[in-house]
């Protein structure tokens, strides 16, 4: 299907807004004054909603005359300008990295140092500083905060640690956010204070300076959501697993969610849910005015509809995020399955990888012969039987038709003969003398006409009292064989099946020095959970359409009665320009998300396309818009599974769809990437460094680990990067010092 191609947001805008006959102006200040309340203060639903309505109220009054910026308004581009350490986890004393390069040609910072020197622990703590424990679990948070205090700090009585991020959001201001830990003598955390201020570029004091805590944790979030959404972080900080698990994913609820959070589409469901409130309330109004019994009752039902489908929508967002939750704590255990049995023998890797490329190959070969045998497996089993009844049909066929054209050739004669043997015979003719000259009459009658008899066959009895349609749906038939592909393909099913058994009885056999029973046991606990919750999922699914079904009903019948009362006049004004913004905002939701998934399908094949050597058969990258999913094909046309994909190349796939997302959420962020060139060949590196990070973003962190230098390295990163600093790990004191220098000072 054939999808309408947009430059931008703008053109869905008009389009929608002239098909509701609406001023494109009217809906850009809705969306603008529906996303400034959503990354704004905290507010009741029904506070929100009245100012939703006053503001519509303005809107609709202003009409034509309304005035709203057209263009894209996108940000000049937040930069990071430093980062600040003070005893904090590797890091002694006060360690600073300024990010700040003066410099518009190159954008590339290279961070680097050994494994352990804290590279990641940077990663760590600026998503800490801006987000705090924002979709953090649990387990997350106590791994991250565990032992933070430097250790060389703490044996000489040191008590305390603290981080400090300052970033640039292209306002002409700095914003500071500081994070300060207390401990106590066990190396525990007794307490955290956060501190948040902006401060004019130059000036010597902050215009805003304020302790964060429980009671205006809220506000600072939404404040740090306008400037660096945390829908975004994913941009901001390169998330490798999260971005090869939504590339993996076979989940279309969970990858169509993903898609909308990232792209910073969340407030639409907010904003459709107050649209649909407030249009209720004002159908009830008329209601009202009108005195109308019929409508007060349909509107009062479907009042309490909507009430109900916002608890079911409610619900089904919860199930949908534990079965996303629970997915990736399955994904995780297996993983960690699969790592301690590949520890345990070299063998078992080869067997576990093998396993994952034998299971796709089954799953397709059964899905091919499920699709040949409803559609050809009977009449290929039954090849013989129905040719040999084509065959008998036609026999049967022709020889109904030679009767026929017998008894027309002889209906003349049949009346001769009747004429002629009522007339008078002296002496007169037997029985058998009369049978003869009938007979002879017969043949002559047929010489004289030209015809000649068919050869007899075995039978010429009717077989098959068939009707002409049923005749013609047999002699239709394809009874072409696909019997020997359906077999071969059966064969090659159950060989693969036996493989997989095999290959399963060996990895069960191992022997096995690290015990997986306790990832076994968890594997076997989320299975039977995320399957209870799949359920839940899916009855609340059918109960929220079936709800939906019922709402359209009524609203149809409301739609057809008519109002009589003329002071309802300016309310069923109100009710149809109300209708109006609501369906066109579902619509324009609906129309965005459509193309962004677009944009970033053809941006994804772009640079996967641009990164690649031809020889790898990379033919085409797209998402899948009826299943939702992430799909690489060959040249040839033939799908490529995902999962089975090298980690160089994965990490090239990652870098080309995170290429996508940007493109189509059209945000100006930095980036900080983890170690993203160790696992390439130098054709690769040179191509994601040259075509990817160089355009990427203005700011690209780049954090990488000594074991990928090399002198090609070397000249490549110093003819890309704008500044280089050394993470120096003193391997006998277990601290780290912030160097600027690197290559000079790995080559000293």
Not at 52 to 76: A, D, Q, V, W
Not at 555 to 577: F, H, P, R, W, Y
Not at 720 to 746: A, W
Request: hydrophobic residues 30%; proline residues 2%; aromatic residues 8%.
């Amino acid at each position: 299907m054939n999808h309408k191609f947009y430059e931008n947001e703008q053109e869905i805008l008009k389009e929608v807004s002239a098909s509701h006959a609406l001023s494109p102006n009217l809906l850009q200040n809705v969306l603008t004054t529906s996303k400034a309340n959503y990354y704004g203060e905290a507010t009741t639903p029904t506070k929100r909603q009245k100012e939703l309505e006053e503001e519509l109220k303005y809107l609709i009054k202003k009409g034509n005359s309304l005035t709203h910026s057209t263009s894209s308004g996108k940000k000049s581009g937040l930069k990071l300008v430093r980062i600040q350490l003070n005893n904090y986890k590797t890091y002694l004393n006060s360690q600073t990295i300024n990010f700040d390069t003066h410099s518009d040609d190159k954008n590339i910072i290279l961070i680097g140092g050994l494994n352990g020197a804290g590279k990641t622990t940077i990663l760590k703590a600026v998503r800490y500083l801006l987000y705090g424990r924002r979709g953090m679990t649990d387990a997350e948070f106590q791994q991250q905060f565990t032992n933070t205090i430097n250790n060389s700090f703490f044996e000489q009585g040191g008590r305390e640690a603290s981080a400090s991020l300052v970033f640039e959001p292209g306002d002409g201001h700095h914003y500071e956010i500081k994070v300060v830990w207390q401990y106590n003598s066990k190396k525990q955390v007794v307490s955290e204070s956060k501190t948040f201020s902006k401060r004019t570029i130059g000036a010597a004091r902050p215009k805003r300076n304020e302790q964060i805590g429980s009671h205006n944790v809220d506000d600072f979030n939404r404040t740090i959501d306008k400037l660096i959404p945390f829908e975004a972080s994913q941009f901001l900080i390169f998330d490798g697993e999260e971005i090869r698990r939504i590339i993996s994913s076979r989940n279309s609820a969970d990858f169509k969610a993903t898609i909308r959070r990232m792209n910073g589409m969340s407030y639409f469901n907010e904003l459709k849910n107050d649209l649909d409130k407030i249009y209720s309330r004002k159908v009830n109004e008329l209601a009202t005015a009108q005195k109308s019994t019929e409508l007060l009752k349909y509107n009062k039902k479907i009042s309490e509809l909507k009430d109900h489908l916002s608890e079911l929508i409610e619900k089904r967002t919860k199930a949908e995020q534990r079965v996303s939750t629970y997915n990736k704590q399955l994904d995780q255990f297996k993983k960690l399955r699969n790592e301690k049995l590949m520890q345990n023998n070299e063998s078992r890797e080869k067997f576990v990888s093998n396993l994952s490329s034998l299971e796709t190959q089954y799953t397709q070969t059964m899905e091919q012969i499920s699709k040949l045998f409803s559609e050809k497996g009977i009449p290929s089993f039954a090849s013989k039987k129905i040719e040999a009844l084509k065959k008998r049909l036609n026999v049967e066929q022709r020889y109904v038709s030679d009767q026929r054209r017998v008894e027309e050739i002889l209906t003349p004669y049949h009346q001769f003969m009747s004429k002629l043997l009522s007339e008078p015979i002296d002496p007169p003719l037997t029985e058998e003398q009369l049978h003869q000259v009938e007979e002879i009459g017969k043949t002559i009658w047929l010489s004289n006409e030209n015809y000649n008899a068919p050869t007899a066959t075995e039978s010429q009895n009717t077989w098959h009292d068939l009707s002409p349609n049923d005749r013609r749906f047999i002699m239709n038939v394809d009874a072409s064989s696909v019997k020997e592909q359906i077999v071969d393909l059966i064969k090659k099913a159950n060989n693969i099946k036996h493989s997989i058994e095999s290959l399963q009885q060996k990895i069960d056999l191992a022997p096995s020095a690290i015990s997986v029973d306790e990832e076994d046991k968890k594997i076997q606990e989320i299975t039977e959970v995320l399957g209870r919750t799949k359920s839940i999922y899916s009855n609340i699914k059918k109960k929220e359409q079936d709800c939906v079904q019922e709402i359209r009903s009524l609203e149809a019948k409301l739609k057809g009665t008519k109002s009589t009362a003329s002071n309802a006049v300016d309310l069923a004004d109100d009710v149809q320009i109300y209708g109006k913004i609501k369906e066109a905002i579902d619509e324009y939701s609906e129309k965005v998300l459509s193309w962004k998934i677009d944009l970033i399908s053809r941006e994804f094949d772009r640079m996967l396309n641009t990164l690649m050597r031809k020889q790898d058969e990379f033919g085409r990258a797209f998402v899948d818009r009826h299943k939702m999913m992430i799909r690489i094909e060959n040249e040839r046309g033939a799908e490529i599974s995902v999962e089975e994909r090298s980690a160089g190349e994965m990490q090239i796939i990652s870098s080309a769809f995170i290429w996508g997302m940007i493109k189509a959420a059209d945000l100006d962020l930095p980036m900080i990437i983890d170690t993203p060139l160790g696992r390439l060949d130098s054709y690769h590196r040179k191509n994601l460094v040259e075509h990817f990070y160089k355009h990427l973003s203005k700011q690209v962190v780049i954090l990488s680990t000594d074991t990928e230098i090399t002198s090609e390295y070397v000249e490549l990163m110093k003819e890309y990067t704008s500044k280089q600093i050394m993470l120096d790990y003193n391997q006998k004191e277990k601290y780290t010092l912030i160097r600027e220098g690197y290559f000079e000072l790995v080559k000293g």
